[in-house]
């Protein structure tokens, strides 16, 4: 017996949904690689994905997840044998880093805890021991897609600038880009990455960095470079030298597609319908935690992220099981846990395009299996959501 038949709904932290106008944006034949419209949409993605991370430094598009675009801008700047510090907050910092050491760089980890932000002053401390400035690079996820924790990338920025630490200072931004503020030069970010298949509401297959002049000029010495990924190659004369290849183009025109959606509702209606629609769920999550069987996993209010929600699973409930229910039986699709939470949370994801009754439909449905599982929770949590946007979007 079952009541998922319909629409399903993918609630995992990416790939997420993708909109119908992008999908049919990409339904069209492809265009000549050398004439104008192709150089057109090359020139106005560039321009947009500045507009996106905030930056007026160069923006780099390769055709790639985020682990392509983790080590295309890795390469670009780093050389073998260099020494970074990678802040662990999660799973994906470290896995920045566990590239950067297969490609021969010294990593340090920043200890932190799957529960907490980067705390500023920890990175404060470690950079001021570094006298000798070793550490050529420090790397941080501003939003940890397994651990749901949100770091404050622009405090971090700060401990940058007044330990004036020559360190470039590099951050994924694959989660949150697009759902959530980032503010690449005004908090003093020098080279940032993300990923289509996020925020960006398009299909998996690009990959972006952005860089600004201390990129550039690190760029210049960085020996880990190749041919695929070099900045300086892609900022050829020759349209083609921009992918170091043929485009890909019907991406290409689906991201355009969904940037275009991006403008047209505005960057603060789009990180103020995150915040209430990620509140909706904390307050239903806040709810159910009573029941002693469901956690945040972020400790703090205030660190966790507004694009996914982590939540622990403990007294020996199956996570397993409950994410089984709701997709068998329901048609909504949870994340999982992953690295050090596998097996232990489930992660509800709320970025890109959704909306109230996506996000409503994914707690309600939650709820439903809580029930149907006999796994002890707060009742009310559906009804707690419900009152939070009730009172926050007015009439
Ligand atoms: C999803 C994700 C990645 C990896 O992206 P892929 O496209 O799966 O390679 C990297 N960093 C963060 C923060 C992510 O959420």
Redesign the pocket.
Known sequence: MTVRSGREFLAI??PTTVPDEVLQAMQRPALDIYAGPMLQLTETILADLGKLFRTDGRCYIYI???????EGALTNVLSRGDKILVLES????L??GETAAQLGVEVEVLKGDWRRAVRPAELEERLRRDKAHAIRAVLV??????SGVVNDIEALGRVMKSTGHPALFMV?????LGCMPFDMDGWGVDVA?S?S??GLMTP?GL?FVATNERGREAHRRANLRTPYWDWTFRDGEEHYMKYAGTPPEHLLFALRKAMDMIFAEGFENIFLRHRLLAEAVRRAVGVWSEGQALTFNIAEPGERSDT?TTVLMQGGHDPGALRKYCSRKCGVVLGTGIGELSGKAIRIAHMGHVNAPMVLGTLGVVEVGLQALAIPHGKGGMQAAIEFLGASVQA
């Open positions: 932290p990416g790639a997840n985020g682990h392509g675009a983790w999660g799973r994906f910092a896995g920045w996820a501003q939003v940890d897609t397994a994924d931004t694959v989660a949150s990455m990923g298949q996020k998996p990959g996914v």
